[in-house]
């Protein structure tokens, strides 16, 4: 098992009153919106949920990786293969900002990629699905990408500076990627019977686990309270959850694409949609490591980071030269 279940049950929100002078002083520039920067007073708490919510961000920019990487050299003509390497790439500068901004608080590279090989530390329980067909890479620019900026549009916000400036950039490249999905879901509906088969295949796989990356709900969320109190997380999961169905519902419409949730319904009264139950057992179940990939996913983790001992070594053996001779010089 290598990625665990929700398993604690959160701590209570402090009031200001029962904070000591130097948190409720943190409190009060959060409230007032005031960045917090990386040599700047923060209660231990937050420098550990930021390390976990940062890291697994970036775990999951680089796992996300896999199931693109699958089909660069099977894109269908020169011009799609380039536009999907470039966007592969730019999940892997997402990560290496990502994990930048979590150096900033005291955790390094290493220890971040030991706790997630040693299963302390999860990624996007997306990433767990495979990528069976060319209309999967559609969906998951469309609904995977469009589901990440929905997210992280909020997290622009975020108190922390490092993270917040990560995610203006991240979020840029991130609309490109969600294009490129919809723009190879539009060409497949307008084609031939089979292609059009593919994209709802596709659809109907993605929808569910899509829905899933917004994590549990409110209810049963973990980190929600304290998290939303130091505005490391701007909005809860089920609010993004559901301004995600009212954005990408639309646009299912636009591309003739069925849904695959029969409850789905306008409700006037609320002005959003209303949608059926999700499958949570199979989420916990992907997040406890039984997902269809999870094994694959791990396995290549593991022997990318084993097969770059070498250059680790190589470079602690520089640093250690350089920094004896010049010791020798002084
Ligand atoms: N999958 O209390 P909660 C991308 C965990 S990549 C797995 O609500 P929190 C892309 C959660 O970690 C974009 N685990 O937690 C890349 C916690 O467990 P731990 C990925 C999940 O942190 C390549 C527990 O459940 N985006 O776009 O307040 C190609 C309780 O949950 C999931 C981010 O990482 C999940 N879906 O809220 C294409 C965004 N959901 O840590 C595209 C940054 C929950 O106690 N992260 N868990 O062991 C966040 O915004 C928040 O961490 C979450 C969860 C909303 C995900």
Redesign the pocket.
């Known amino acids: 098992m290598y990625?665990?279940e929700?398993k604690?049950t959160?701590k209570p929100v402090k009031s200001l009153d029962e904070m000591d002078p130097e948190e409720r002083a943190f409190q009060e520039r959060i409230d007032a919106d005031i960045k917090i920067e990386p040599k700047d007073f923060m209660p231990e708490g937050y420098r550990k949920t930021l390390i976990?919510?940062i890291s697994?961000?970036a775990h999951?920019?680089i796992v996300?990786?896999l199931?693109?990487g699958n089909w660069i050299t099977r894109a269908p003509t020169l011009e799609r293969k380039a536009i999907l390497l470039a966007k592969v790439q730019d999940?892997a500068g997402?990560g290496l900002y990502l994990y930048c901004a979590a150096e900033t608080l005291g955790a390094s590279r290493d220890e971040m990629t030991e706790q997630l090989l040693a299963g302390k530390?999860?990624?996007?329980?997306?990433?767990n699905y495979p990528s069976l067909t060319w209309a999967d890479i559609g969906a998951?620019g469309w609904l995977?990408?469009g589901?990440?900026i929905m997210?992280?549009v909020q997290?622009q916000r975020c108190s922390y500076g490092p993270y917040s400036r990560a995610m203006v950039r991240i979020c840029k490249e991130?609309s490109f990627?969600q294009r490129q999905g919809y723009d190879i879901m539009m060409k497949l509906v307008k084609g031939t019977d089979a292609q059009q088969e593919m994209a709802q295949d596709a659809l109907d796989r993605w929808w569910w686990p899509s829905l899933?990356?917004?994590?549990?709900p409110d209810a049963q969320?973990?980190?929600?309270a304290q998290?939303m109190a130091w505005k490391i997380?701007p909005v809860s999961?089920d609010e993004?959850r559901q301004r995600f169905v009212d954005q990408t519902v639309p646009q299912a419409e636009y591309l003739g694409l069925q849904i695959p949730d029969p409850d789905l319904k306008w409700n006037e009264a609320r002005g959003r949609y209303d949608f059926g139950k999700i499958d949570w057992n199979e989420?916990y179940d992907?997040?406890k490591g039984n997902g269809p990939c999870n094994k694959e996913r791990m396995a290549a983790r593991q022997k990318a980071w084993d097969d770059g001992a070498w250059f680790r070594d190589g470079l602690m053996a520089h640093a250690r030269k350089k920094q004896s001779r010049k010791m020798a010089a002084e």
């Not at 530390?121 to 990433?127: D, L």
């Open positions: 990625a665990q929700v604690s959160g976990r919510q697994q961000h999951s920019e996300g990786q199931p693109e999940e997402h530390a999860k990624y996007s329980s997306i990433f998951i995977v990408d589901a990440a997210n992280q997290l991130e990627h899933m990356m917004f994590g549990p969320s973990v980190h929600s998290s997380k999961n993004l989420f992907v997040l």
